[in-house]
């Protein structure tokens, strides 16, 4: 197999086909040319949003273009994860919430048990592959549940709001973010439909986890403007669960902008939510919201600024374990992982932390660039010891190169 340099390879052949030189791209993406150099040739992993998305608006590219997504499947899992998509964006792009169905809906608690197997079951652990058998279907039903069951009316849109939230995360790992933008506006028509201001809130965070790379000031603008429309609503806790929410994907869009001080502050404005929440992790809209999910994203948010080792101290106390949904988990232990990483001295545990996240979310952390990223990296700096066959299979199974 080919050595496969991910963003490093990339990133030479699109600022070589642009015709720019290291020192103007270095330029354009505010920083050194000595680091583009080093990202160039290996010796430096791109591992922030804000480094990649700049690098990308440097190139005139998507930052999807530099990271490599989708990603091509490396085994029947990663097949079926990534034709999962197609399926999806099938029924997402032909279905619109009023037109008239041929699919004759099955008896309501039939239908509810499939929600209930996508939503407590298929979604917390990202299997993306089975959630594309059963994602077209149970759209299909609940459209026609909507238009001719009128007991089952509010219950039909509930459940297409958490099918589409389903679809745009889908999509949206598996790297295919026009799917996923599709998916997230079905999902604000039926928020608009329901009327209430929680599930509309819920929408529009779905419609910010949509943009991600590429539209961070639009998305971080989009919440913001969300919070605003719902302030004058009583903030129940099934409200202000959605408007934390909010306010962490705020916080993550001034990260990838490299604004500090304001993702800070729209942390602390989830915090607070966070705190008076009666329960640790909420269940409203399956985004476990409250104060365990909180502190993974501070994780997140300090990984994302490269606090490096400075991540353990911080990481004190959290406990992802009590969130229902092993891929949330995934992410908390990738991020973890990817910041000991860059210490020599931390490397073994960086190795053991990302395992643990594949193991608990294969799909998942498989199609994470950032993940693949530092396997990448480690698998270049690690002797062929027994770390290094660990690096090596983890790199088989994401399709890196060895």
């Not at 009316?153 to 709001?161: E, F, H, K, Q, S």
């Not at 008076?276 to 300090?302: C, E, S």
């Not at 190795?351 to 193991?359: F, G, Q, S, T, V």
Request: a neutral charge; aromatic letters at 4%; proline letters at 5%.
């Amino acid at each position: 197999m080919d050595h496969d340099e991910g963003i490093a390879l990339r990133l030479r052949e699109v600022r070589a086909w642009r015709g720019l030189s290291l020192k103007v791209v270095a330029e354009l993406a505010g920083i050194t040319p000595g680091h583009l150099s080093n990202i160039e040739h290996g010796r430096r992993r791109v591992d922030k949003r804000s480094t990649l998305e700049s690098l990308a608006r440097a190139l005139s590219v998507s930052p999807a273009d530099l990271a490599g997504t989708p990603f091509p499947p490396t085994d029947d899992i990663a097949a079926g994860a990534r034709a999962a998509v197609g399926a999806v964006e099938a029924i997402v792009a032909d279905l619109r919430l009023d037109d008239p169905v041929e699919t004759v809906p099955r008896p309501w608690p039939e239908i509810s048990a499939d929600l209930a197997r996508l939503n407590a079951d298929l979604r917390p652990r990202a299997d993306y592959a089975a959630q594309g058998a059963v994602l077209p279907p149970l759209i299909s039903e609940l459209h026609a549940v909507y238009n001719t069951d009128r007991e089952h009316r509010t219950d039909a849109l509930i459940g297409l709001a958490t099918c589409y939230h389903a679809a745009t995360m889908l999509a949206k790992s598996m790297g295919v973010r026009g799917v996923a933008q599709h998916a997230a506006d079905r999902a604000v028509t039926v928020a608009d439909r329901l009327g209430r201001p929680e599930w509309i809130a819920h929408a529009a965070w779905v419609r910010t986890q949509a943009i991600g790379g590429g539209g961070r000031e639009r998305q971080g603008t989009l919440a913001r403007r969300s919070i605003t429309a719902v302030g004058g609503e009583p903030m129940t806790p099934e409200l202000a669960q959605a408007v934390g929410q909010l306010h962490l994907n705020a916080a993550l869009a001034r990260a990838s902008m490299d604004d500090e001080s304001g993702a800070w502050e729209h942390f602390r404005e989830a915090e607070v939510l966070a705190e008076r929440q009666q329960p640790d992790v909420g269940g409203f809209g399956y985004m476990w919201f409250g104060r365990a999910n909180v502190k993974i994203w501070k994780i997140a948010l300090a990984t994302e600024f490269g606090y490096g080792g400075r991540v353990v101290e911080m990481a004190r106390g959290s406990r992802p374990e009590v969130l229902p949904s092993p891929a949330r988990q995934a992410e908390y232990w990738s991020d973890l992982g990817r910041s000991l990483a860059s210490d020599k001295r931390t490397r073994g545990e960086a190795i053991r932390l990302l395992r643990k996240a594949e193991d608990l979310a294969p799909q998942r952390v498989r199609n994470m660039p950032f993940v693949r990223e530092t396997i990448s990296d480690l698998v270049r700096r690690q002797n062929r010891d027994a770390a290094g066959r660990e690096l090596r299979g983890m790199a088989h199974r994401m399709g890196i190169g060895v």
